[in-house]
């Protein structure tokens, strides 16, 4: 009698699963956006480091899909970002600019309000959606997150390291204290510490955006969960801290990863593994300025400020154990194409005026079809085009400064052509032995330029 009082329970519980799950299945699908702040392509174990622990990440890849290929659109925060909303070149709708590079705490611009973000057009397709972290992309009203289609918003503004305390020393990032920098931390329309306690800031991130799930377990969400870390001045939770052979910044890094473990588990609990496409990605390259508190670029050449692949390459990891086959995916992509990716996921249709710079992955990701929509890649310098890839080959017109600082932009007397799957550390140049080659990719950039209408920037006020 006591087996059978026993077994019912389990058999209704088991039914609530089941239901649970084939109801959340019939929902549009969730997604979630992780997007870290000077990560580097060789930072996580998954894509080589062989002392920094990310067992969270590594099993991420492995039941999902790590791309190798992967790009950002600007080499720093604030463009890139732009970029990821609304898959727009930064320099198409002024987020890009050689006299501020990025948005500053007295910036008067931000993101253009005509622009419509990934969130608006999921809100208009009754998604919840949420961010959690950093912005960067307009501190004033009009620019904030909930004004730009988030329903609710949790993090910083801007960088971790501005609103530095009168007196302070370039130094001083390298042994940070919380008071060194005046940091709001934010509820949506609200500054609810300051400065913000960037010690707990990857935990309390990580407990919003797990809440925010479970709030929103029976609705199709979209959440935006944007670290403020590795970005210099690193802090690590207590749980971390001096726990990473690698120092501090494999403590930071060894957090960022647990985060990512209680997202995935938090899906996984609730049933929503089986609906929820995760995404895990970086806004440019590591920041080698700061040597060994900042991350590393792997086999490739340069950093974060630079275009070269070091700063502008990028991990990317697509996790979705019931929608995808797992592999390794060697074809281009980019932080331009997430937008219409998930558009098209959601068989959401993208408004007309919309017209990005992206490409429907799907396809290539999902249906594991052998196509690549996206074949070619514009890196800019701030207004300048750096360098464009076509295939495999990358052709230079612009140098400068491998580790992004000082910045110091000259034109190549030729350009310099590499070709990435032979050379991805780009160090031998065969213009010379490619002439055909470099026309072709200099024809796309003409027909590139012609597209392009100069606008107003919108950093340099």
Request: with cysteine; hydrophobic share 35%; aromatic share 12%.
């Amino acid at each position: 009698m006591k087996l059978k009082l026993f077994f019912i329970p389990l058999v209704l519980l088991f039914t609530f699963f089941q239901l649970n799950a084939q109801s959340s299945k019939k929902r549009k699908p969730n997604f979630i956006v992780i997007y870290t702040d000077d990560l580097g392509y060789g930072d996580l174990g998954t894509y080589g480091n062989p002392v920094i622990k990310t067992p969270n990440l590594d099993r991420m890849a492995y039941e999902g899909q790590k791309w190798t290929n992967f790009y950002v659109a600007s080499n720093v925060c604030t463009p890139s970002r732009a970029a990821l909303m609304t898959g727009k070149l930064p320099v198409r709708i002024g987020m890009e600019s050689y006299k501020r590079r990025v948005l500053f705490p007295d910036s008067k611009g931000g993101l253009p309000e005509a622009e419509l973000t990934i969130a608006e057009i999921l809100k208009m397709n009754n998604y919840q959606t949420a961010l959690v972290g950093k912005w960067h992309l307009g501190h004033l009203k009009q620019f904030a997150p909930n004004n730009n289609g988030f329903d609710y918003y949790f993090g910083i503004p801007y960088s971790n390291d501005m609103d530095r305390k009168a007196g302070s020393t370039f130094e001083k990032l390298f042994t940070p204290e919380i008071e060194d920098f005046n940091v709001p931390l934010m509820r949506n329309n609200e500054i609810i510490e300051r400065p913000a306690n960037q010690n707990t800031i990857t935990q309390r991130y990580t407990e919003e955006s797990v809440d925010f799930i479970k709030r929103n377990k029976d609705k199709s969400f979209f959440l935006y969960l944007a670290h403020s870390m590795p970005h210099i001045p690193l802090f690590a939770g207590k749980n971390f801290k001096d726990k990473s052979i690698r120092g501090l910044y494999g403590d930071v890094i060894e957090e960022l990863d647990w985060s990512v473990g209680q997202v995935m588990k938090t899906l996984k609990e609730l049933h929503l593994d089986e609906n929820t496409y995760v995404i895990f990605t970086s806004d440019n390259g590591p920041w080698k300025l700061f040597k060994e508190q900042g991350g590393s670029s792997g086999l490739l050449f340069g950093a974060k400020g630079t275009s070269y692949e070091g700063g502008m390459r990028v991990p990317f990891i697509v996790w979705a154990p019931s929608n995808i086959k797992p592999k390794v995916e060697m074809k281009m992509g980019s932080t331009l194409d997430i937008l219409p990716t998930l558009c098209s996921l959601a068989k959401i249709e993208i408004p007309n005026q919309v017209k990005t710079d992206g490409y429907d992955l799907s396809p290539l990701m999902v249906q594991n079809k052998d196509v690549n929509p996206r074949n070619e890649m514009f890196f800019y310098h701030a207004t300048d085009l750096f360098a464009a890839r076509l295939g495999d080959y990358k052709l230079y017109y612009l140098k400068n400064n491998p580790i992004g600082y000082p910045e110091k932009i000259e034109k190549l007397e030729k350009p310099q052509l590499f070709n990435l799957s032979i050379d991805p550390s780009e160090q031998y140049d065969i213009a010379s032995k490619n002439e055909k080659k470099v026309e072709e990719i200099n024809e796309l950039v003409r027909k590139h330029k012609a597209g392009m209408i100069p606008v107003k920037s919108n950093l340099e006020d």
